[in-house]
């Protein structure tokens, strides 16, 4: 049977215009969920509207895409081997200090978002920050809201006691979009075992992410994500592991990112030399590689997509 394969973070340029083909590459047999992300920390309310009804319009047009409103969408689109795709935003810039507006970027097709990016905000801190004030009470009435309108709370790029408070407080699943795991490889953007444990208590997921900087020493290969899932299942059980490739499909955009806002980030992103990504073709061999490691069908296909599809069924509207 062709396994779902949902990836729940991955990059287009961030500009009205720019083209969605490139996510045909995920196109597979048993079809696939992509997560695209429509803004972040720079971008205001406006920004992230505009940006949003482009990648729609985008999406609608290509004949190998479908936008998909709920769980159910997601397992009729890929139950006929399709692409069918969402968003997320990273930080709360977006929402303009207004949580009426979370209502309507839900109703544009946002599913996840987090809070906080890198850096402290008023919602809370971010993973960069040397000192953690965790998540404020304006970052407590976000996750309400997040929770109201079926956008699934996100602790990736939040600082610990951030992501922490966000467990704490949601009624539904938080997850961590794109995060590896800390204990296997030591990075501020990771998570650690007591941010994993937490996250699974809601019955969220941490999605093992295919970034070289976040995997180890800026190695983006299966068996450096194998390493971060089995220790993630070891720790806090099958059903609350996914992926996400966070992969960027412009890299020349993607540098200009990070050099229109260096404040964004800081050494532990460049220190190793150019930032490498797993590429989709890489993430689509990732089934064969675990069978090959010996993993039961079912386990990979809880990770492979089954249990992001679960926190979608529990916590999406619509
Ligand atoms: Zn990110």
Do not use: K
């Amino acid at each position: 049977m062709a396994l779902l394969l949902w990836d729940q973070h991955t990059c287009l340029p961030l500009q009205a215009g720019a083209e969605v083909d490139p996510l045909a590459r995920y196109q597979r047999r048993g079809g696939a969920l992509l997560s695209v992300n429509a803004g972040y920390s720079p971008h205001g309310f406006d920004d992230t509207v505009a940006l949003l009804h482009h990648f729609r319009g985008a999406v609608q047009a290509h004949p190998g895409l479908e936008l998909a409103a709920t769980a159910e969408d997601v397992e009729t689109i890929a139950g006929v081997d399709r692409t069918a795709v969402v968003f997320d935003l990273e930080d709360s810039r977006p929402v303009d200090d207004d949580l009426d507006n979370l209502a309507v970027l839900a109703e544009l097709g946002v599913r996840t978002l987090l809070p906080t990016y890198n850096h402290a905000n008023r919602a809370g801190s971010g993973c960069l920050d040397t000192q953690d004030g965790g998540l404020t009470s304006w970052g407590r009435s976000i996750v309400a809201e997040l929770n109201n309108v079926g956008i699934v709370p996100d602790g990736s790029h939040c600082s610990a006691r951030t992501g922490l408070g966000m467990c704490e407080v949601s009624t539904g699943p938080v997850i961590y979009s794109h995060s590896c795991m800390r204990s296997v490889w030591d990075h501020p953007r990771n998570i650690t075992d007591e941010q994993a444990r937490a996250c699974a208590a809601t019955g969220g997921v941490i999605g093992i992410t295919g970034v070289g900087i976040f995997l180890g020493p800026n190695t983006p290969t299966l068996e450096a994500m194998t390493r971060h899932l089995e220790y993630a299942v070891d720790l806090v059980g099958i059903d609350h592991v996914g992926i996400s490739s966070d992969y960027s499909f412009d890299y020349a955009d993607f540098v200009e990112e990070f050099t229109r806002n260096p404040h964004l980030f800081d050494d532990s992103y460049t220190r190793w030399g150019t930032i490498q990504w797993m590429p989709p073709e890489t993430l689509l061999m990732l089934a064969d590689h675990l069978g090959r490691r010996g993993w039961r069908t079912d386990d990979i296909a809880a990770v492979l997509g089954r249990n992001f599809l679960r926190v979608a069924e529990r916590a999406w509207r619509n």
